[in-house]
């Protein structure tokens, strides 16, 4: 049939490309020294945002769902700011601190402390701005739900000029 000889003929030519490659071994590190590796990144890391992963690693361990752990993190960090300049790409779906690592997490409230500040320039991760959108839904770093909504509409208008993502949620 014409699909076995396309079938087949496709596998062949991926087998033949095959041979040609070399491979070796390669270890996998264990998950205890992933975790090494992890509490090393964290101890570079500035106390304030140590403090934050600690929360909600407690958080976390008391059986607080994701949404409730963000949330205390948030408000935790509400006030925080990282003057220096610190550039680590991020991107995720639902993206929180939990899913940054510490490099990221340093990127995300550089930018932040610089958008509060008035800096505007594109090229920062979309996922930095979803960040800050879910802070302010949660009330950090705002003195109430009117003051909240002032800054996230504010937020919006501005982000937008820069990249029209956040309209399409």
Known sequence: ???SRVFFA???ERNERMEDRIFTDEIIPRHEERLEAKRAEEGSLPERVRKMLELGARAEANGQGEERIF???AEFMADWELPDLYRSWF????PTYARMSGPQLLS???WRTRWKAGERKMGSPVSFAFVYVYELLNGAGASGPQDAWEKLSAFWEEYRKLDFTLDRY
């Not at 991107?91 to 639902?94: K, L, M, N, Q």
């Open 108 to 110: 995300y409230f550089s």
């Open 10 to 12: 496709s596998q062949k």
């Open 71 to 73: 949330r205390l993190q």
């Open 1 to 3: 049939s014409l699909y």
């Open 91 to 94: 991107s995720a779906y639902y």
